[in-house]
T-cell receptor, first 113, second 112 residues
Framework: IAGITQAPTSQILAAGRRMTLRCTQD?????MYWYRQDLGLGLRLIHY???????GKGEVPDGYSVSRANTDDFPLTLASAVPSQTSVYFC????????????FGSGTRLTVV | GENVEQHPSTLSVQEGDSAVIKCTYS??????FPWYKQELGKGPQLIID?????GEKKDQRIAVTLNKTAKHFSLHITETQPEDSAVYFC???????????FGKGTMLLVSP
């Protein structure tokens, strides 16, 4: 089934540990995005990539890094997790930059303790 | 950057009633306004969208209206059903980054 796969589904992580959230799409979409969802704050953009090899910062990029080595994969890394990074993380993709027909993954629920 | 305000944060209606969710945006260059529905434990799904050259769009029980002058847009759901219960997000295109800025969401509860 075409779409976006996120892994893991959920994770409990000790503060200070490094963690990579995985995101893979099989739709050959050029643009990909990472959002975090927090109660009362909605969805906030962390990082985005308009095409393989390029990335950009969103609204809340501090403490996160991304890479886009190929079209299909867009991992999000927390270098040293802190409790404020407890959230639900959603990866999304769209066919092209400026094409706002986003497809979202099912999310990763991350708890930093 | 773009700022999107969404109201109300929660909305309770009886089955069969209409529901209206309203959003305002700040960037006059925004030209695309989608609405997403998020069910419990799932990612958001696009349900309807509108572009700035259109004032209203309908899809069965769902409609969206846009007032560019006032910079606000609304989602209208008629004849609500229990399966409409979910969190709804509005969004506006961010002309600076070619991304979407989302509102904080509205939890809609439809009681039988």
């Amino acid at each position: 089934i075409a779409g976006i796969t996120q892994a893991p589904t959920s994770q409990i992580l000790a503060a200070g540990r490094r963690m990579t959230l995985r995101c893979t799409q099989d739709m050959r979409h050029n643009a990909m995005y990472w959002y975090r969802q927090d109660l009362g704050l909605g969805l906030r953009l962390i990082h985005y990539s308009n095409t393989a090899g390029t990335t950009g910062k969103g609204e809340v990029p501090d403490g996160y890094s991304v890479s886009r080595a190929n079209t299909d994969d867009f991992p999000l890394t927390l270098a040293s997790a802190v409790p404020s990074q407890t959230s639900v993380y959603f990866c999304a993709s769209s066919a092209e930059q400026g094409d706002y027909g986003y497809t979202f993954g099912s999310g990763t629920r991350l708890t930093v303790v | 950057g773009e700022n999107v305000e969404q109201h109300p944060s929660t909305l309770s209606v009886q089955e069969g009633d209409s529901a209206v969710i309203k959003c305002t945006y700040s960037d006059s260059a925004s030209n695309y306004f989608p609405w997403y529905k998020q069910e419990l434990g799932k990612g958001p799904q696009l349900i309807i969208d509108i572009r700035s050259n259109v004032g209203e769009k309908k899809d069965q029980r769902i409609a969206v209206t846009l007032n560019k002058t006032a910079k606000h847009f609304s989602l209208h759901i008629t004849e609500t059903q229990p399966e409409d219960s979910a969190v709804y997000f509005c969004a506006a295109s961010n002309s600076g980054y070619s991304t979407l800025t989302f509102g904080k969401g509205t939890m809609l509860l439809v009681s039988p």
